[in-house]
């Protein structure tokens, strides 16, 4: 269902730029992908709100550009989650030079201290305390592996991409890519059970 | 909840896991003042006119991956571009070249023949072409006969009372010969070459 809903918007997005109607190609893609980029940029900016508004308000302005030259090849959800993947990547990259790492490291560990109780098994994943966990340790991740698991699990539902989409993205093979996901999904899982023992 | 593809297995001990992935998903909101803050940025990024030739291109690409639609206008169109602009209609091509050549060629064959001349009445092919005197009333085909070659000419028949003029290169000292003999006999050189035709041919025998 929600692949067919994306497949119309793609169809909708590239019949009004073959009509030159750009204004109406970008409000169909803020209509219906405003959302999965902020999401998307807000768990891979490490849930800074800020920035991920910013970086969202980035990913647009970039798709502007390069509206007229978007032929349709891959979908146009795929096409802008690609660049919001090297916005926030860009973005990772300045922030990461300009920061103070011993402070990151100390916000770290307050984090870790203060925080509530460890879990006591898997099942507390879903409580409040544990969404908070689950959230630190995907911050703890690489940003590429982040940006798999995002993708896949972490934009909402109803436009949740496909590994064949991320493969596209990342100009991987499906076979390749799926491997990826599992190894941040393990990754994770062990960040997860690490903290928790 | 789980949106899972049939091929993709993260095992059980993952799913709490992916449901936690999911709900910090949900639990984010995007600002309201963001869509209207893109669309504001978009208006002035935006391209605002168009040419036609970009808008034909988006249109050809926007059919690509649509094959059916596509093929039987190309292929309608190919079609249409060979029946527009053949060689054969425009007369540019080579085979048309070669028709005109052809044409041409005949065209002066037919008018260099004579118009009597049937099937029933052609002759042998003679292996030399015979000297024969003129005659300043028939249309005279210009033919030139190198001295000491033979020549396949095709020559009107031997009972049709036409004569047929012919020019023949001699050799300068046979030429003097032949006009001191002339000279020598108060005749014309032409008749003195009439009379040695005549004379040869009464000492060959057909089909020597």
Same mark, same amino acid.
């Given at each position: 269902?929600?692949?067919?809903?994306?497949?119309?918007?793609?169809?909708?997005?590239?019949?009004?730029?073959?009509?030159?109607?750009?204004?109406?190609?970008?409000?169909?893609?803020?209509?219906?992908?405003?959302?999965?980029?902020?999401?998307?940029? @807000?768990?891979?900016?490490?849930?800074?709100?800020?920035?991920?508004?910013?970086?969202?308000?980035?990913?647009?302005?970039?798709? @502007?550009?390069?509206?007229?030259?978007?032929?349709?090849?891959?979908?146009?959800?795929?096409?802008?989650?690609?660049?919001?993947?090297?916005? @926030?990547?860009?973005?990772?990259?300045?922030?990461?030079?300009?920061?103070?790492?011993?402070?990151?490291?100390?916000?770290?560990?307050?984090?870790?201290?203060?925080?509530?109780?460890?879990?006591?098994?898997?099942?507390?994943?879903?409580?409040?305390?544990?969404?908070?966990?689950?959230?630190?340790?995907?911050?703890?991740? *690489?940003?590429?592996?982040?940006?798999?698991?995002?993708?896949?699990?972490?934009?909402?539902? +109803?436009?949740?991409?496909?590994?064949?989409?991320?493969?596209?993205?990342?100009?991987?093979?499906?076979?390749?890519?799926?491997?990826?996901?599992?190894?941040?999904?393990?990754?994770?899982?062990?960040?997860?059970?690490?903290?928790?023992? | 909840?789980?949106?899972?593809?049939?091929?993709?297995?993260?095992?059980?001990?993952?799913?709490?896991?992916?449901?936690?992935?999911?709900?910090?998903?949900?639990?984010?909101?995007?600002? =309201?003042?963001?869509?209207? @803050?893109?669309?504001?940025?978009?208006?002035?990024?935006?391209?605002?006119?168009?040419?036609?030739?970009?808008?034909?291109?988006?249109?050809?690409?926007?059919?690509?991956?649509?094959?059916?639609?596509?093929?039987?206008?190309?292929?309608?169109?190919?079609?249409?571009?060979?029946?527009?602009?053949?060689?054969?209609?425009?007369?540019?091509?080579?085979?048309?070249?070669?028709?005109?050549?052809?044409?041409?060629?005949?065209?002066?064959?037919?008018?260099?023949?004579? =118009?009597?001349?049937?099937?029933? *009445?052609? =002759?042998?092919?003679?292996?030399?072409?015979?000297?024969?005197?003129?005659?300043?009333?028939? +249309?005279?085909?210009?033919?030139?006969?190198?001295?000491?070659?033979?020549?396949?000419?095709?020559?009107?028949?031997?009972?049709?009372?036409?004569?047929?003029?012919?020019?023949?290169?001699? +050799?300068?000292?046979?030429?003097?010969?032949?006009?001191?003999?002339?000279?020598?006999?108060?005749?014309?050189?032409?008749?003195?070459?009439?009379?040695?035709?005549?004379?040869?041919?009464?000492?060959?025998?057909?089909?020597?």
């Amino acid at each position: 269902m929600a692949e067919k809903a994306s497949e119309s918007v793609h169809d909708e997005v590239r019949t009004a730029i073959a009509a030159g109607a750009y204004q109406q190609a970008l409000e169909l893609l803020a209509d219906a992908y405003v959302d999965t980029v902020y999401r998307y940029c @807000c768990r891979m900016l490490r849930g800074d709100t800020g920035r991920a508004r910013d970086v969202t308000q980035q990913v647009y302005e970039e798709a @502007c550009k390069g509206i007229v030259g978007f032929r349709g090849a891959s979908s146009a959800k795929t096409w802008l989650l690609a660049i919001a993947r090297n916005q @926030c990547l860009k973005e990772l990259v300045v922030h990461e030079r300009h920061s103070d790492l011993l402070h990151m490291h100390r916000a770290d560990l307050a984090r870790r201290v203060h925080a509530e109780p460890s879990w006591g098994s898997e099942a507390d994943v879903l409580s409040q305390d544990g969404l908070r966990r689950l959230q630190w340790a995907l911050d703890q991740l *690489e940003p590429e592996e982040r940006s798999f698991l995002i993708m896949r699990f972490g934009v909402g539902v +109803p436009n949740e991409l496909s590994v064949e989409e991320i493969a596209t993205i990342l100009g991987l093979s499906r076979a390749s890519a799926y491997r990826k996901l599992k190894e941040a999904l393990a990754r994770l899982r062990r960040i997860v059970h690490d903290d928790a023992t | 909840m789980m949106m899972r593809h049939e091929d993709e297995d993260y095992g059980e001990e993952t799913r709490d896991l992916l449901e936690g992935l999911r709900r910090l998903a949900g639990g984010l909101e995007t600002p =309201p003042e963001l869509r209207p @803050c893109i669309l504001a940025r978009a208006q002035e990024l935006l391209p605002r006119n168009r040419s036609r030739a970009s808008r034909w291109w988006s249109m050809l690409v926007s059919w690509r991956p649509h094959p059916l639609v596509w093929g039987p206008v190309v292929a309608v169109a190919c079609f249409a571009a060979g029946m527009l602009f053949s060689p054969t209609q425009l007369g540019t091509g080579r085979d048309s070249a070669i028709r005109a050549t052809q044409e041409t060629a005949h065209k002066r064959h037919t008018a260099a023949a004579p =118009p009597s001349l049937t099937k029933e *009445e052609a =002759p042998p092919q003679p292996a030399a072409l015979p000297l024969a005197p003129q005659d300043a009333a028939w +249309p005279r085909p210009e033919t030139r006969i190198a001295a000491g070659r033979s020549a396949a000419v095709r020559p009107p028949s031997a009972s049709s009372p036409l004569p047929v003029e012919v020019t023949a290169v001699l +050799p300068a000292a046979l030429y003097e010969r032949l006009v001191q003999e002339a000279q020598r006999r108060h005749q014309d050189p032409s008749t003195l070459l009439h009379e040695a035709v005549e004379t040869y041919l009464r000492g060959t025998k057909p089909g020597e």
